[in-house]
């Protein structure tokens, strides 16, 4: 009995170093980072983030806008194993392949976000429903003045852009190599690097 | 940013990938760390007391003390620390609003020593939650109440009076009583004569002593004429007294409206128009009436008695629940003067004649008062006339006390409420003003991020070192993030200044304005005239400028200019356009024919080149006036902060500029 109450017990205290190396091993972070990231992630009310969160979060960056709906979109794409909560695991993951991963993964993560459904395809509606959940973050107070169309013409851009086959779908394969074909996309992934 | 938030920018920036295969123009470079440090622990040593804490956690409020380069003076090289000479209790409070976000008053604090310790750490009292702002602000009145005191008391004691006109000094006197000698007799003469008048009023209508003919007169008609030496010579004095204060009063209009000075009219107005008036038998009724109203002159009483005008006051602001008695009361004599009117009518030589002659019985009857002048004599009657007397009992007895316990209850109440809300406004408006700064800031802080690239192009370097310092680190990767959305979406942000009534905008629209139409435009505009400069040239000029956009814009920015203050310019934001051409076009030199080219007016920038021109025509304020620094520098005056130009409101709440 003793030795099963000691092995829990170590157990338990070995829980936590092993996730924190368990985790420098799965991402790209060094544990100083990861360090920091936790610091800032438990620094809140709930145990864990929720949709709220983001929204909050995204509303404190964007004041002018509603950003309900890109934080329900963004929440989806952390929360990977779709349980309503992002993990800290699901968030350094996230933010491993965001900031440290190679072009591929970063637009697999894009892809990723856009496909709400995560069926494999992006269609039209969903690139709208994403396309004004942007525009909507900007708010009413721009220059110049948003049209009701803007988000449908902009989503006619990116799929003339990216759909080679003129399927009305874009899958995978084709988001990747159109977006790799496109300088300005390409410069613009490794904007963040420095970020943590 | 608040403090959890800014800990989730690198997360708010990382997820902002997702944006870039959508957008259609490039993004703008990030900010670049110039020293990146590693997060680390700083000891900060508070008299002997050491606390540590992350570098990051102070940080995250860049414009305080400890969050900014100033905490740089007081680094202690030999023990590599932070040295402060200030009291570690309060700077126990001080750190953990860094670390919470919230600010706390301790009780056990006093409240100018706690006020000392937030001003030497550069922190706003007003971040003070809600938990603890009441308490704070009570506080805070109390003690400034009794240095109000205090100043008084010592200044009354010395009898130094700096040299105040001849008029205040009046007023003075005849506000506060004790401030000199003079005043004092003036104040004790005029309560005499109150009383002297008063007590004559009410002597004149005494009987006294008879004449021949069996005729009892009062004393006011056989003495008719020392009683009106006597009037005469109160009325005098108080004649007198009321120009007196008319003369003194700061403001003149705002005297007559008050109430004293209404109360002394009226007690002096019958005399007059007893003068003008003759002994006219018609009108002597009348004027008889108008002596009534000198018993007003009591009221004068109030000027002398602290306790009366309390009492008045406490009435005024319990009028509501009075009012709902009388309502209660009246409704319940109409109701029994109505049964009673009923129940008795039948009883001949009755004298319930009316329901308005009931009402009198009811009154009597439910103040259990019972003259007996009128009673009931039927049965009916006498059953509700006893309802009426018990009810009256119930009606009367019972909500007197609760009202008298109301008094003290509404009374802190409604001054507890009252002022909760006027802090709560100047509060909120304090904090606005510092939120204010944030958006500005972005705006600002874009201006200088493009006026650098322009620079960095140009390469005139010695102007770069002015555009860089003033913002943080994350603040300035807060405005790129913004930055990234504009140049995702194609707007870009607008702030609307309703103060100025001129709108400001970035824009990033693709014309290049030559001089020409640029003056041209400003003219339009109704604007100052000011130097205007293809080259990147920093003059520095105080006008109001406008965003002036091309032609094909000028229909959707109207530019109203207001002229404002000198005073008004230190606060705003002076707005700068700056034009980015995304055109194909490389060459710098535009002519006409480009600014008709877009002239397609989809929102969609044609962002195909790779180069990015800079037209800067005017120039953003230098960095220290920006509405964050002012608002910081002027602690004491929330009422002024109104007058500090707002965005817009669903920009500035959610966004804490601390």
């Not at chain 2, 008298?404 to 802190?412: A, D, E, G, L, Q």
């Amino acid at each position: 009995a003793d030795t099963v109450e000691d092995e829990m017990e170590m157990a338990t205290v070995r829980h936590r170093p092993e996730a924190l190396e368990l985790l420098e091993a799965q991402s790209k972070f060094t544990k100083k980072e990861l360090q920091i990231l936790y610091r800032g992630f438990k620094n809140k009310e709930e145990p864990s983030p929720t949709e709220e969160l983001v929204f909050e979060i995204y509303s404190q960056f964007f004041p002018q806008g509603d950003s309900t709906n890109y934080a329900h979109f963004l929440f989806n794409a952390f929360d990977t194993d779709h349980n309503g909560s992002v993990s800290f695991e699901d968030f350094v993951m996230g933010l491993s392949i965001l900031l440290r991963g190679t072009v591929q993964e970063k637009l697999n993560w894009a892809f990723n976000l856009y496909d709400i459904n995560k069926d494999g395809y992006i269609t039209k509606e969903e690139m709208l429903d994403i396309m004004k959940a942007i525009y909507d973050m900007m708010g009413k107070c721009t220059y110049p003045v948003l049209k009701e169309d803007a988000p449908r013409q902009h989503v006619e851009t990116f799929f003339q852009k990216m759909d080679k086959n003129k399927d009305g779908v874009v899958t995978i394969d084709e988001f990747i190599e159109s977006c790799q074909k496109d300088e300005n996309i390409m410069r613009s992934m490794q904007l963040f690097e420095n970020v943590i | 940013m608040a403090a959890g938030v800014a800990a989730w920018l690198p997360f708010a920036r990382a997820a902002a990938i997702g944006w870039m295969p959508v957008a259609n123009c490039p993004m703008p470079l990030a900010p670049t760390e110039k020293n990146k440090r590693q997060d680390e622990l700083i000891i900060l040593n508070v008299s002997g007391r050491r606390f540590q804490t992350w570098r990051t956690t102070l940080e995250r409020y860049p414009d305080t003390l400890l969050g900014s380069t100033e905490k740089e003076f007081f680094f202690n090289e030999d023990t590599k620390e932070y040295f402060f000479d200030r009291d570690p209790e309060v700077f126990r409070c001080i750190l953990n609003f860094y670390r919470t976000g919230k600010l706390h008053y301790p009780r056990y604090e006093c409240i100018s020593a706690y006020d000392e310790e937030l001003a030497f750490y550069g922190i706003l009292p007003e971040i003070i939650g809600d938990c603890c702002y009441e308490e704070y602000k009570d506080r805070k009145r109390e003690n400034a109440e009794r240095l109000m005191d205090d100043n008084d008391s010592e200044n009354n004691q010395e009898g130094s009076m700096p040299s105040l006109s001849f008029r205040q000094t009046m007023w003075r006197a005849f506000e506060n009583p004790h401030t000199s000698t003079l005043a004092l007799v003036f104040y004790y003469v005029t309560g005499f004569f109150i009383a002297v008048s008063v007590i004559t009023n009410v002597v004149e209508t005494v009987p006294c002593g008879t004449v021949p003919g069996n005729k009892e007169l009062p004393c006011g008609e056989r003495y008719a004429v020392a009683f009106f030496c006597l009037d005469t010579a109160c009325v005098m004095i108080f004649t007198v007294e009321y120009l007196l204060r008319l003369f003194a009063a700061p403001s003149r209009y705002r005297f007559i409206r008050s109430v004293m000075s209404i109360i002394d009219v009226v007690a002096i107005m019958p005399y007059y128009i007893g003068l003008v008036m003759t002994n006219n038998e018609d009108v002597s009724g009348a004027f008889v009436t108008l002596r009534v109203f000198r018993v007003f002159r009591i009221f004068k009483f109030s000027r002398h008695s602290q306790g009366l005008r309390i009492l008045g006051y406490t009435l005024k602001s319990c009028a509501s629940e009075l009012g709902f008695l009388l309502f209660s009361l009246t409704m319940a004599i109409i109701i029994f003067a109505t049964v009673m009117f009923y129940a008795e009518k039948g009883s001949s030589a009755s004298k319930f004649t009316s329901i308005p002659a009931s009402f009198w019985y009811t009154i009597v009857t439910m103040t259990t008062l019972g003259y007996g002048d009128m009673v009931p004599k039927t049965i009916a009657g006498k059953i509700f006339g006893s309802i009426c007397s018990l009810s009256g009992v119930l009606v009367i007895a019972l909500p007197v006390p609760v009202i008298v316990s109301n008094f003290s209850r509404i009374y802190h109440q409604n001054q507890r409420a009252d002022k909760r809300r006027a802090q709560k406004k100047a509060r909120l408006a304090r904090i606005r003003v510092a939120k204010t700064g944030s958006s500005n800031a972005y705006l600002h802080s874009k201006r200088n991020g493009l006026l650098n690239e322009a620079l960095e192009l140009t390469g005139s370097t010695e102007d770069e070192q002015h555009m860089t310092k003033g913002t943080s680190l994350i603040e300035s990767q807060h405005h790129h993030l913004l930055h990234c959305l504009e140049k995702t979406t194609g707007l870009s942000y607008l702030v609307d200044d309703p103060l100025l009534s001129v709108r400001t905008s970035t824009t990033k629209n693709h014309e290049f304005i030559d001089e020409q139409l640029f003056e041209q435009n400003c003219m339009e505009s109704s604007l100052q005239n000011y130097p205007s400069s293809r080259s990147p040239s920093l003059s520095s000029h105080h006008g109001l400028s406008t965003s002036c956009c091309s032609r094909r814009h000028k229909k959707s920015s109207h530019l109203p200019n207001s002229s404002l203050p000198a005073t008004r310019l230190r606060s705003m934001q002076e707005l700068s356009t700056i034009h980015i051409q995304c055109s194909e076009q490389p060459s710098l030199t535009t002519s006409r024919s480009s600014l008709n080219m877009k002239s397609d007016d989809g929102l969609r920038p044609n962002c195909k080149a790779a180069q990015i021109t800079t037209a800067i025509i005017s120039i953003p304020t230098p960095p220290a006036l920006t509405p964050e620094g002012e608002s910081r520098a002027q602690p004491g005056s929330p009422g002024h902060s109104t007058n500090i130009p707002t965005t817009t409101t669903s920009n500035i709440v959610k966004v804490s500029a601390l």
